[in-house]
């Protein structure tokens, strides 16, 4: 199998780092949605990131389904998630979270250096809303006793968290002042310390016009 799209993409990233935790080998092609868009084409018709291609050419899109997949595949007892119940859900709201942040990030850096003239409400809704996010998970991380979000061992949270504030630190190191968000930056920390994160990443490199 392969996996589409580029390492600075905080939701390539999550895919694949979740992909070596599993211990799920697969091939990478550093497509870009911008200049590589044609050869991404016939595997997701939308030309968005990640894509991953199963072994019979079935392609999977969106890296909360692609996750689904992972999880299916390796089994409850090995899964960065809990399967079932409160400890589920309430994992899979810090996610929401976390990959709402990051699609935010996106979307304020595209109406950066794709639009000639930025509309002045679109940016001050996206920082908005990133700077509400990053507070609120802030407080949250902060009444975490143990050393990733939900236990002992690094899960889908942790990743998704840790992918998407190096992100927002690279586009918008303005808006994640570590001073501010203390406990956030520890995690982050902690997370580009570990082997998946330190060996998948890539600067980023925003479109150009």
């Keep these: ?15 694949a780092i979740a992909m070596r935790l599993y211990e799920i080998p697969f ?11 044609d050869k991404i084409a016939p595997y997701n018709p939308l030309r968005r990131v990640p894509t991953l291609v199963l072994d019979d050419g079935l392609a999977l899109i969106e890296s909360g ?23 589920r859900w ?17 979307s304020l850096l595209y109406e950066g250096v794709l639009r000639t003239e930025q509309s002045k409400i679109w940016v001050e809704r996206c920082q908005a809303q ?21 236990g002992e061992q690094a899960g889908h949270a942790d990743i998704v968290v840790g992918c998407a504030l190096r992100f927002i630190g690279e586009a918008h190191a303005a ?24 060996e998948i990443k890539q600067p980023l490199s925003p479109p150009k016009k």
């Design 1 to 15: 199998m392969f996996l589409i799209g580029q390492y600075d993409s905080p939701f390539v990233r999550r895919v």
């Design 27 to 37: 091939e990478h092609r550093p497509w870009s949605t911008f200049g590589d868009a």
């Design 65 to 87: 389904a692609i996750l689904e997949y992972l999880d299916d595949r390796v089994g409850p007892g090995k899964a960065l998630i809990a399967p079932r119940g409160e400890p």
């Design 90 to 106: 309430r994992h899979l709201r810090i996610c929401a979270l976390a990959t709402g942040l990051a699609d935010k990030g996106v």
């Design 130 to 150: 990133i700077g509400s996010v990053l507070d609120l998970l802030e407080r949250e991380r902060a009444g975490v006793r143990t050393p990733f979000w939900f």
């Design 175 to 198: 808006l994640f002042d570590r001073a501010r968000y203390p406990t956030l930056a520890a995690h982050a920390s902690v997370c580009e310390a570990l082997p998946p994160f330190k």
